[in-house]
């Protein structure tokens, strides 16, 4: 089989991080080009990784013909865009999270897909996770019982991401705390409860503690190196909702930035015969009954990179035309649950969906 040749469009914190080191890794594929609008930073990585060629320009990557895949790793404002002209270009796309700004252009993307029927996938990584996959079979096997509620934490001291730059510009990012760490735990719910309906939402996003920029005090910033305290910051660092589905009710807590010094990462799914309490990033702790007492325990299964795993497994949904969990039609659920949640947050009313 021939070497497919991809190329990362986005050299950022999250190429770096995650996909080059993933591709690296992948024995089918080379990366022909390194593609991002600072050109230093593109090429900063062809001499980190040996490899590609450095370009500033999308465009002369998806009029290669030689390119099959692509990466997009850039700020949320810019992934309907490349994403809809590479699958225009016949290119396959991993798109990272969250799919766009809002639905409508989610939306787009997923018409995109239709039409080019080329693959689009979306980075919500924890569908490859082994942790979220035990604790998935187990819920879908029905050991839990009916889960009727689950409840979602995902609130740290201070952690804004960038503070003045694109991650809290909302033009650039379309949101804060919910559009960039809420997907991931929504998506985690949604995967695990089988990807129910949304049938209502209300929520409110705060704007709050990253207000005054040069008085923001914290002690590590994710992507600090795109740091502006002149820029902007005009997101939601905190946001709470209530969501009905036609399977489970949930509730969530989500804080970029609190003042209070805990932090809470977890998923509780509370079911009829048993819960179950994932932490995220980690292992999960079931609760259910035995013998007329209450037990708990903790599964011990092998574990696996998932980063790695959705690389390789998009490569390999290229060659076999299996249609992943992260495919677009699947996320688009979690993209329109979280524009009602805006939306919601927005006007100050329940959002019903059709």
């Known amino acids: 089989m021939a070497t497919m040749k991809i190329a990362v469009i986005g050299c950022g914190t999250i190429a770096n991080s995650a ?70 270009a016949g290119k396959n796309v991993l798109c ?33 996770n082994a942790a979220v996959n035990r604790l998935r079979e187990i819920i879908q096997s029905g050991e839990l019982g009916e889960i009727y509620h689950v409840y979602v934490s995902f609130r740290a001291q201070r952690s804004i991401p960038g ?3 694109a991650f809290t510009t909302k033009e650039i990012s379309g949101g804060g705390v919910l559009i960039d760490w809420g997907v991931h735990y929504l998506d985690i719910v949604m995967y695990c409860t089988g990807d129910p309906k949304p049938i209502t939402v209300s929520s409110k996003a705060y704007c709050k503690l990253g207000k005054d920029m040069p008085n923001y005090v914290y002690e590590g910033m994710w992507a600090e190196d795109t740091k502006d305290l002149n820029g902007t910051y005009d997101v939601d660092d ?53 013998c007329g007492s209450l037990v708990n325990f903790k599964p011990k299964y092998k574990d696996f990179p998932m980063f790695q795993k959705e690389i390789d497994k998009f490569i390999e949904c290229i060659h ?4 992943l969990p992260s495919h ?13 949640m805006y939306d919601s947050s927005e006007q100050g009313k329940e959002i019903v969906l059709d």
């Open 19 to 88: 996909h080059i080191p993933s591709y690296m890794n992948n024995k089918e594929v080379e990366i022909k080009y390194f593609c991002d609008i600072i050109l230093s930073k593109a090429q900063a990585c062809v001499e980190k990784y040996g490899c590609g060629q450095a370009v500033e320009d999308y465009h002369v990557v998806l009029a290669d013909p030689e390119i099959e895949a692509v990466s997009v790793c850039t700020p949320n404002k810019m992934h309907s865009v490349i994403a809809i002209d590479a699958l225009n």
């Open 96 to 128: 990272e999270k969250p799919a766009a700004r809002v639905y409508s252009e989610a939306k787009a993307m997923q018409e995109a897909q239709h039409k080019t029927g080329k693959v689009l996938n979306i980075g919500v990584v924890n569908r490859f």
């Open 163 to 165: 503070l003045g730059g």
């Open 238 to 290: 905190f946001v709470t909702g209530f969501v009905r589905t036609d399977g489970p009710t949930i509730t969530f807590n989500g804080a970029w930035a609190q003042n209070i010094g805990v932090g809470e990462s977890y998923i509780d799914f509370l079911g009829t015969k048993g819960g179950a309490r994932l932490q995220y990033g980690g292992d999960f702790t079931v609760y259910t009954t035995s």
């Open 320 to 323: 076999t035309g299996e249609k």
């Open 328 to 340: 677009i039609d699947t996320v688009i659920k979690t993209a329109r649950m979280m524009q009602a």
